[in-house]
């Protein structure tokens, strides 16, 4: 990895070994940018506080094998990004104002992609992974990654059954806590739905009668028009002098008649005046035949208002017209039908629950068997590591329980109290010695002690479902002595199937690192390039003996320093 201007960091380039290697330097040399630097590169939260002072903006870069066809290799190649010989190039780079970009083989990519990336990559634990150890959801989770698919599998047919059973259990606590409300909705619609049908309304009724009052309101003066207009065109008989269009048109084309055919011009002319006199005719006729049929009976006109008040009190309520008010009873009947089906739904729901119910109680019985079976085999795992982690009559185990509960399922001829993973509480125990009684890790282990378990911990998964790398920031906290040795010994025994990274205090753990890097300060506060070292030789020794003695030309230091090394490369 390159880091330039993150934290302390100015521009530093951390190699890292292939197998175990171990980051060292004084309280606020920088140590943990290493471990940030590399959670950056794999998707972390980008923290402008991260960026050096003066600076406009942090940037970390890294090289890292990828194996080829697994899901990382994939996953990038499907973001776009290109391998380079086997490997991913990947940069990070925040600005002072918060901004973040992601670059993956190349590419530009959303820094969400980094973080799926990560949990096939790397798995980074420290101090405060210990403290999520220390949850019961977590050390369930633990439990459940461990037992793989024994567990994954009924897990996930019990979660669809449990996501069903709320639905269900949300819609009848609905209909049931909403019957009276419901019942009044009904009773509505029925007065609504009653009112309409007793008026009897047909789509397009509300115009046609508006136009048919219109006319009836003005029958006397539509007639006198008509006959007036019939007498201009017809004539009147009553005035036989009075001359009347039609004689006149027809005495118009008579004329033309005479002399059309000395012009084509004026026949033509002719043709025309001879269509106006038929259609003179036909409006004349339609008149008369008009003021004939209007029916100017005051009881018709009366009825049409009675009829179209009913129709107006319906759209007053329940629409702006009557295609609204039809409307609103084709949709109401509908409702009713759905709220007069409440009393079958809510037995058929509740049949539904009770089958849920026993199904979710099967499922939750699979889980739990899953589980104590695998909480075996992971206690007597961690157990043994715990031997090699000079705690050689530890003894963990798990107690995985259940808590009654009267609205819980059924498990075991007990109900009990469920939830999205199941009826199960699962706590690590922990027995320091064969005297001590087991008690939560949370309660029962030192800061030592639950560092070991952490690593012993993080060795089972490696056998089960390895990463190719594992990074612990002061993991080892809070040991000293012959553990130390052992956590320092154990971490080289995984580093021969995987890449380890320690950032650690203690000399006991870096002795048996492959390669030990140095993180130093200049005079300024700054870390530059030349600011991490690998230590080899004379070097690495003085280093060992700062941090044993705090002196690093003690020679009883030096001495116990080779001695570290010596015994490490024993054990290599």
Known sequence: MRIRSLGVIDDAVVELSPGFTAVTGETGAGKTMVVTS??????????PALVRIGSPSAVVEG?????PGGAAAVRAEEAGAELDEGALLISRTISAEGRSRAHLGGRSVPVGVLAELADELVAVHGQTDQQGLLKPARQRGALDRYAGDAVAVPLATYTDAYRRLRAVTAQLEELTTRARERAQEADLLRFGLAEIEAVEPRA???????????????????????????????????????????????????????????????????????EISILLADVAGELAGYADNLDADPRRLAAVEERRAALTSLTRKYGSDIAAVLTWAEEGAARLTELDGDDDRIGELTAERDALRAELSGLAQALTDARTEAAARFADAVTAELASLAMPHARVSFDIRQTDDPDGVEVGGRTVAYGPAGVDEVELLLAPHPGAPPRPIAKGASGGELSRVMLAVEVVFAGTDPVPTYLFDEVDAGVG???????????????????VVVVTHLPQVAAFADRQLLVEKTND?????????????????????????GQEDSETARAHAEELLATARADA
């Open 525 to 549: 506060g700054s870390v530059t390039r030349s600011g991490v070292t690998v230590l080899e030789g004379e070097d690495r020794v003085r280093e060992l003996s700062r941090m044993l003695a």
């Open 204 to 274: 397009g009724e509300d115009v046609e009668l508006a136009a048919e009052a219109e006319r009836l309101g003005h029958a006397e003066a539509l007639a006198s028009a008509a006959a007036l207009a019939h007498g201009a065109l017809a004539g009147n008989p009553e005035d036989p002098e009075v001359l009347d269009a039609t004689t006149l048109v027809a005495g118009a084309q008579r004329a033309l008649e005479a002399v059309r055919s000395h012009d084509p011009a004026l026949a033509a002319l002719a043709d025309r005046m001879g």
């Open 63 to 67: 090289r890292i094998s990828v194996p």
């Open 481 to 499: 002595g012959k553990a130390a040795v052992e956590i320092g010994r154990r971490l080289a025994k995984l580093a021969k199937s995987a890449q």
């Open 38 to 47: 590399l959670g950056l590169l794999l998707g972390g939260r980008a923290d």
